[in-house]
């Protein structure tokens, strides 16, 4: 695992070095001939790039990403200030998603020729083929502009646990949270849903499920005893995995909601050029997946008795 | 066999008698072929270039659809800022989608199979390092490394379609390995080899089409993604610069003006994107049930 | 539980099985899997169902359990299993006598046990659903099968998932499961064709021993006339979805009347004895969707004759308890 973190350390640093000066890039673009100099100087930017490279290395390992121009501070603290945020709507998108994909799920695997199954195929169609950012628009349209019931954006009032700013826990909170997270749940929804369908169908075809009827096991008990469980592994892992995906997806909903979290500051970062905010972002965003890849993976090995931890 | 033959083969076949019965499935085809036919001939059909300024008159800017008070009746669906034809604008719109749509997945079904197919084909160290590159490449979400290229080459229509390029390429070569690694100990293939046929042909002339069938589902599947990726990437302002057409900035623009009661500069363009991924989902979906074996 | 005590006013006959047709609806037609079949089954017999990959004689085991999924259907005739109709039977009924009275041994181990789960969870879960047993006693009482059918260490092994055993030893597991309740009847379809032939033969043994054991009937499905010799009381050869023959063991080995069991009896190389060429049977199985009109067989046969297009045979009975549906009966022995 550490070995791809470095992996990915390396191509950012890369990346950033193939996008020219470094200097140009971490600097404002109003700097002049001789603070480009001494920045670069500063930088290490006279050494070899192999220098560079174990300079670059050593920052990372420090944390040390650079300060961002606008804030002026620490573009990971930055950062780390906003995850929270950012971590409430997609911890609630996946759990609102779970909720109502698996149960309709499972359902609409069993019994794939009612009326109600093919409504639902077909609820979940266009729920995939809707754009995210559209369908929160919408949402705002309904339920702010026309009802009124809704705030259209920012974040409601927090509470500090842990030390960190946490809002779903007032009612003001929820106000606000309720139509990012249901925006963001609707495609993880019915991704979710077709995913449980489709694990259902092929396990119910298989020969144990037979034999567990033929054992007299009533059909409810083949259901949730049998086909379940196995339907449902190949449906957690990708779970595990949607979750960094939600992550960076996220950034859309919270550009709409102007909801005050990673994705915000990164959107708002490009458009300002905030460039080593731009870079944090990116380098965090890599480091998650890793992370949450090597999670998933052990996850996997857990629910399914025939992996070996090998 | 000659075409006619061949053609009245397929329309007898179970494949197709399954399409026939199946509504969805001809939804999708008929909306699709609808869109296909905006593409290309769209622009001729309406009055205006949004996206020619000469054309434009301001004093025409944000008049509503046609059914509420204050509309012209030139303007169906109303306009935009610009005085922009929403019609216009979505038709243009549609282009740029469908283009884009359709270059990404060739680029990526190309790439993909060709390096699939040698991944699988030949294993060893070349598998090694094309599955390495698909395996990191996979634990980081396309947006994401779509959003990388972006960031780093700008804004602009081909850089869009090779930044959406870079991520897509990957489940054709997975799929396609698997299944050139399965066909390869196959006896026609030992057959070809003993004629004395060189390895390219083998691959390209024996094995391909065999691979074909996952690539289509894919392939189908994955143009819709592309067309809502592109949507994202633009209406964030990351994907295509303003000056040219784009559905995803259309819905921006709307979304700018959205409590001054100007609702439908971003509910039209969302629906007829909605409608054009639905439309390939639909035969996507079909397809992909009718080419699953273990559905059988 | 134990064989019913209550005194049956049926001779005997467990299971009889009346002009049963399973159909299956598809694309390209109807197929009529199993078409017409007639059999019975007495008390502690075994009953040999042998014929060659797609006779029906596997629909014919699920048709018993009322296993059959679309596009299949029972289509006709009866089933009566301790003097009663089993078609006429409700779901939840079926239930209690599946893996109850009426247990099936499927044919591949290795797909037959739920991976997930270990194998005492499965054992367990027909002793909970149908004997009532929890706990401790349920735990003993399924490492007493277990021992039973010849699982070394069961106290150890009873934990495993299916993963961990070979296909002979899940085999027995399965066999350990069908035998948990002592059912009347156990339908057995290609138990051993999945396994090692050296394995098949001890896994035979020990059905066989513990089927006589609990005075269970045992309907034994296979495609193996020698497997079948030795174990059946009496068998019954199908083809294309028919009975073509039946008797007792003896009378069909030592004196097959259907052209198409000494067919199969040719076929069988032997051990000992003379080397001679294999004997096939020429020609293949008709299409399923496009059936003669007269005997299924005819188009192999070396004795057909023209009314054999024509008609079908009816079933004759040449000694006694020795049928076969031919229009020339007694033909040549081995």
Not at chain 1, 63 to 86: C, H, Q, W, Y
Not at chain 3, 16 to 39: I, N, P, Q, Y
Not at chain 3, 141 to 162: F, M, Q, T
Not at chain 3, 164 to 180: E, K
Request: aromatic fraction near 8%.
């Amino acid at each position: 695992m550490l070995v791809v973190i470095a992996i990915v350390a390396t191509i950012v640093f890369i990346f950033v070095n193939m996008l020219g000066d470094p200097a140009v890039l971490l600097l404002p673009p109003e700097a002049s001939p001789e603070e480009l100099a001494k920045a670069r100087a500063a930088m290490g930017l006279d050494k070899s790039p192999w220098e560079q490279y174990k300079l670059f290395a050593v920052n990372v390992l420090h944390g040390d990403l650079g300060n961002s121009f606008v804030f002026r501070e620490p573009a990971m603290k930055l950062i780390f200030e906003r995850m929270p945020a950012t971590l409430e709507i997609v911890i609630l998108a996946m759990i609102i998603a779970a909720l109502i994909a698996i149960p309709l799920g499972v359902y609409v695997g069993a019994h794939p020729n009612t009326f109600l199954s093919r409504s639902i195929l077909s609820l979940s169609l266009l729920c995939i083929s809707m754009p995210t950012f559209w369908f929160g628009i919408v949402l705002i349209l309904v339920f702010s502009v026309q009802l009124g019931w809704l705030p259209s954006s920012g974040r409601g009032d927090v509470v500090v646990v842990w030390g960190m700013r946490l809002s779903f826990l007032t009612w003001d909170g929820l106000k606000h949270i309720i139509l990012p997270a249901v925006t963001l749940a609707v495609q993880q929804l019915a991704t979710q849903l077709r995913l449980t369908r489709a694990g259902m169908m092929e396990v119910l075809r298989q020969d144990y499920i037979k034999f567990a009827k033929a054992k007299g096991v009533s059909p409810h008990d083949v259901l949730y005893g049998h086909a379940l469980k196995n339907a449902l592994i190949p449906v957690i892992t990708v779970y595990g995995l949607e979750f960094g995906g939600l992550v960076v997806f996220a950034t859309i909903t919270e550009t709409i909601f102007a909801w005050p979290g990673m994705g915000k500051l990164l959107i708002d970062s490009i458009n300002i050029s905030d460039r080593p905010v731009i870079i944090a972002y990116l380098m965090l965003a890599s480091m998650l997946f890793v992370v949450i890849n090597f999670i998933v993976d052990i996850l996997y090995t857990i629910v399914d008795p025939r992996i070996d931890l090998r | 066999m000659d075409a006619g033959k061949r053609i009245s083969k397929f329309l007898r076949s179970e494949g197709f008698h399954n399409f026939k019965h199946n509504p969805f499935a001809i939804a999708g085809a008929v909306i699709i072929f609808l869109f296909l036919l905006t593409a290309v001939f769209g622009p001729h059909l309406v009055s205006q270039n949004p996206y020619d300024l000469a054309q434009l008159d301001l004093n025409d800017s944000y008049k509503p659809p046609i059914w509420q008070e204050g509309s012209d009746p030139r303007f169906i669906l109303g306009t935009d800022d610009q005085g922009r034809n929403m019609v216009s604008a979505i038709v243009y719109g549609v282009r740029m989608s469908v283009t884009i749509g359709f270059c990404v997945t060739m680029i990526c079904m190309t790439v993909g199979t060709v390096l699939g197919l040698i991944s699988g084909y030949k294993g060893g160290r070349l598998d090694s390092l094309i599955m390495g590159l698909v395996n990191v490449q996979l634990s980081f979400p396309s947006l994401l490394i779509a959003m990388l290229v972006l960031i780093a080459f700008g804004r602009g229509v081909w850089k869009i379609i090779l930044a959406l390029s870079f991520s897509g390429w990957v489940t054709y070569a997975r799929t396609v390995r698997g299944t050139a690694m399965a066909e390869k100990n196959k006896e026609y293939v030992e057959a070809a080899k003993v004629i004395g046929f060189p390895e390219r042909v083998i691959l390209f002339r024996h094995i391909l089409p065999n691979v074909m069938t996952p690539v289509i589902v894919i392939a189908t599947l994955q143009i819709g993604t592309v067309i809502l990726s592109e949507a994202t990437l633009s209406f964030l302002g990351i994907g295509i610069p303003i000056t040219e057409p784009s559905l995803g900035l259309l819905v921006a623009q709307g979304y700018n003006v959205l409590f001054s009661g100007l609702w439908w500069v971003s509910v039209f363009p969302g629906l007829v994107l909605m409608l054009l991924v639905v439309g390939m989902n639909l035969l996507g979906d079909f397809l992909r049930d009718e080419f699953n074996p273990r559905l059988k | 539980m134990t064989m019913t005590e209550e005194a049956k006013n049926d001779n005997g006959v467990l299971l009889e099985v009346r002009d049963l047709s399973t159909h299956f609806h598809t694309f390209r037609g109807v197929v009529k899997a199993v078409d017409g079949v007639s059999f019975s089954l007495k008390r502690g017999e075994i009953l040999g169902v042998v014929g060659e990959s797609g006779c029906g004689k596997s629909v014919t085991g699920f048709s018993v359990l009322r296993l059959i999924d679309p596009p299949g259907r029972i289509a006709g005739g009866d089933i009566i299993f301790e003097g009663e109709s089993l078609l006429k039977k409700s779901e939840r009924e079926m239930e209690r006598i599946r893996g109850n009275k009426i247990s099936m041994i499927f044919q591949d181990p290795m797909t037959s046990l739920n991976p997930v789960y270990t194998i005492k969870r499965q054992i367990c879960e027909t002793l909970e659903l149908h004997e009532g047993l929890r706990g401790r006693e349920a735990h003993k009482r399924a490492v007493e099968l277990l021992r039973l059918v010849g699982i070394p260490s069961p106290e150890s092994r009873v934990n495993y998932y299916p993963h961990q055993f070979s296909g002979g030893m899940r085999q027995r597991v399965i066999i350990a499961i069908s035998l948990a309740t002592s059912p009347s009847l156990i339908i057995a379809d290609e138990p051993t064709t999945a396994l090692d032939v050296t394995v098949q033969a001890q896994l035979i043994k020990r059905l066989y021993s513990l089927v006589r054991k609990n005075n269970s009937s045992m309907i034994l499905i296979t495609h193996d006339l020698s497997l079948v010799s030795g174990v059946s009381d009496n068998i019954i050869v199908m083809y294309c979805g028919r009975v073509i023959e039946r008797g007792s063991s003896e009378a069909v080995i030592s004196r097959p009347a259907h052209p198409y069991t000494v067919g199969l009896l040719g076929s069988i190389p032997k051990m000992a004895g003379e080397r001679e060429m294999l004997r096939q049977i020429s020609g293949m199985v008709p299409n399923p969707f496009d059936m003669p009109a007269g005997c299924a067989f005819c188009p192999r046969c070396e004795m057909a004759q023209s009314i054999c297009e024509k008609e079908y045979p009816r079933m004759r009975e040449i000694e006694e308890g020795h049928c076969v549906c031919c229009h020339f009966a007694g033909g040549r022995g081995l």
